[in-house]
């Protein structure tokens, strides 16, 4: 065992009727014999919680984001002492990563640099904060800006009287060549803010392992939660619309079996009923504007967001209104919350010397003070941002279909971001001299062929990792986020028997025991089948998951670690949660019932 190692990324088999997969990405996301050496010996793990699917050639673009990112923040902005980037390979469609640790004889003197570099951050935090979000709105306004139309027979009288200067063929090019470059640079805006927001709170967690050897560490993070961040707010307004339905006296009507486009026409004629679908529609943006991807939000473009399909939202609020009459207080109990963090952060501080209370608060308020940033950031750019992306992308690859470029809009997203220019470039100059363009006849063949690929590559599995597992994994980023622990490795290298087929162990997030019916979810989109009660059983969540956390009674998710959005999540809704399990989701059927220990880490399935 002590020798045990993954399989090399070298060995795995291209799955049947998958060949030639590694033309549909870019050449350098690729395992490649000229660096061979270096990516055997090092190890890689699936990234399943940004990226658990295959990926469409297009959608690379969303890993290239954080890839370059990620990497030049931590490498060369801010000199993060314990490591540089993340690096990546793209395997069979499957994303996967591996942390590059910074070298030992670099870190006291990366160390010094980042103290300097990042103290300007935390001295003035607010005002940097501020000023980030009105760079990142100024980006979705422009790329909410952007217009993609079919090319019009003759350029309007306007070009000429306004002395426009250039044609729409022109403005077709340039514009999806910003719609690109604008989600390039809202990523070196989101790592600006959010690893030196994980360093302060790592600081943290590293001096409470310190001052108090065997403090578990959820107990750290809950001295940190509890704030009033953005990212409830989707879910506080579920709540407030039943309460509007239930003070304007059409809950009978919301509450029928309907959907949420027969409800909405049949409220239109009712003053109170059309008053509460305005109410709707002015919320939807942007607090529905919330991506439903199984992973990462807004990793692919084939999810819709709430405001896309309100039956997802409109679950959360049927649900809502039938607790209010029934006489449930439905808000949220962040003072208790709040309460709860204090009490346990103050007992901690009494277990320290007088000396040190002045440290230890310095590193909490500080933890605390980014805290709000971490959490809200995905909503200015997991959900709004890319929800905008794609929602542009579609508009575009709809008029290239319109414009007979493409046999249909889905083709364009077979075609990777550069395939995408040529595409455009060639309609273009069809266009613009009156001939006919290649495009469709020129890309259908590779089109057709990618379609094929892809659905190959979708029921191939892949493995957990690949290459020699590290002796032990205290890399803070690989287990604070992805829950990639020392266990969790071995139990992958133990072919997942651990210990017994009736016990699962992952990584405890949020405290609490309880007891339940299984109910295992693989998309957002399958929340209405949830009965009061369940344990929710899934790959990961994200905010769109956010109606079903007042339904159930805990969380097991396959991946995720203590600062995830399931663990926090649930330590924010007090309810047990286990993430990191790993294989949860296939080990675990739909009504069995299960019991889930949010101390230890340990899930059982009792039947």
């Known amino acids: 065992m002590a020798d045990a190692k993954f399989p090399s990324p070298f060995t795995i088999p291209t799955p049947e009727g998958a060949e030639g997969w590694e033309r549909m990405y870019n050449w350098y996301h690729l395992f490649s014999a000229d660096r061979q050496q270096q990516d055997e010996e090092r190890f890689w793990f699936a990234d399943r919680l940004h990226h658990p699917e295959v990926i469409h050639p297009y959608d690379e ?18 000199s993060m002492p314990p490591a540089f980037g993340v690096d990546q390979r793209i395997l069979n469609g499957r994303l996967y990563v591996t942390p590059v640790p910074a070298p030992p004889e670099q870190i006291a003197e990366r160390a010094g640099e980042f103290a300097s570099r990042a103290s300007h951050y935390y001295e003035n935090w607010d005002a940097i ?61 989101h ?80 003053p109170a009923g059309a008053a509460w679908v305005a109410d709707w529609q002015t919320t939807a943006d942007p607090w529905f504007v919330i991506n439903t991807d199984p992973g990462h939000p807004g990793g692919y ?13 409109l679950v959360s609020v049927r649900e809502y209104l039938r607790r209010l009459r029934a006489g449930e207080d439905i808000d949220r109990d962040t003072a208790g919350v709040l309460r709860e963090r204090d009490r346990i952060t103050g007992e901690y501080r009494e277990l320290l010397s007088f000396e040190d209370h002045a440290g230890f608060d310095q590193a909490v308020e500080l933890a605390r003070l980014v805290f709000t940033y971490i959490e809200e950031h995905v909503l200015y750019i997991e959900h709004w941002m890319w929800a905008a992306f794609w929602a542009k992308s579609k508009e575009l690859s709809r008029a290239l279909a319109a414009m007979g470029a493409l046999d249909e809009p889905e083709d364009m997203f077979f075609l990777r971001r550069t395939e995408v220019s040529e595409l455009i470039y060639d309609t273009v100059i069809g266009w613009s001299v009156g001939t006919q363009s290649r495009g469709a006849s020129y890309w259908r063949p590779t089109v057709a062929e990618r379609r094929r690929i892809f659905t190959a590559l979708e029921a191939w599995e892949p493995p957990p990792a690949l290459g020699p597992p590290p002796a032990e994994i205290n890399e803070p980023f690989t287990v604070m986020l992805w829950g990639i622990t020392t266990s969790a490795v071995a139990d992958w290298l133990a072919d997942g028997d651990g210990d017994g087929p009736a016990t699962l162990r992952g990584l405890g997030a949020s405290p609490g025991v309880a007891e339940g019916p299984a109910r295992v979810l693989r998309h957002v989109s399958e929340l209405g089948s949830v009965e009061p009660g369940e344990v929710l059983v899934c790959p990961a969540t994200s905010p769109a998951w956010a109606p079903i956390f007042t339904r159930i009674v805990a969380t097991v998710s396959d991946v995720g670690g203590i600062m995830s959005h399931t663990a926090i999540v649930c330590r924010e809704y ?13 080990a675990i059927k739909t009504g069995q019932r299960v019991r889930v220990d949010g101390h230890t880490g340990v899930v059982t399935i009792l039947d």
């Open 129 to 189: 904060y501020e000023e980030w979000k009105e760079k990142v709105s100024a980006k979705l306004a422009e790329i909410r800006s952007l217009t993609f139309a079919p090319l019009p027979d003759l350029e309007p009288i306007e070009t000429i009287h306004e002395h426009v200067g250039h044609s729409a063929g022109y403005r077709l090019i340039r514009d999806f060549e910003r719609l690109v470059l604008s989600m390039y640079e809202t990523y070196q805006y």
């Open 61 to 78: 673009i969303m890993c290239e984001c954080w890839w370059q990112a990620l990497g030049a923040f931590n490498t060369r902005v801010f």
């Open 301 to 313: 473009h084939t999810y819709d967001t709430w405001a896309d399909d309100p039956n997802i939202p």
């Open 191 to 270: 790592f600006e803010l959010l690893n030196i927001g994980y360093a302060a709170y790592l600081n943290f967690f590293q001096l409470c392992k310190t001052a108090f050897p065997g403090i578990g560490d959820q107990s750290i993070a809950r001295m940190v939660g509890g704030l009033r961040v953005d990212l409830y707010r989707p879910d506080d307004e579920l709540r407030r619309l039943a309460k509007e339905a239930q003070r304007l006296g059409i809950g009978d009507a919301v509450l029928a079996d309907s959907t949420a486009a027969e409800l909405f026409a049949s409220l239109a004629d009712h």
């Open 574 to 586: 007090g309810m047990p949660a286990v993430v990191g399990t790993g294989n949860a989701v296939a």
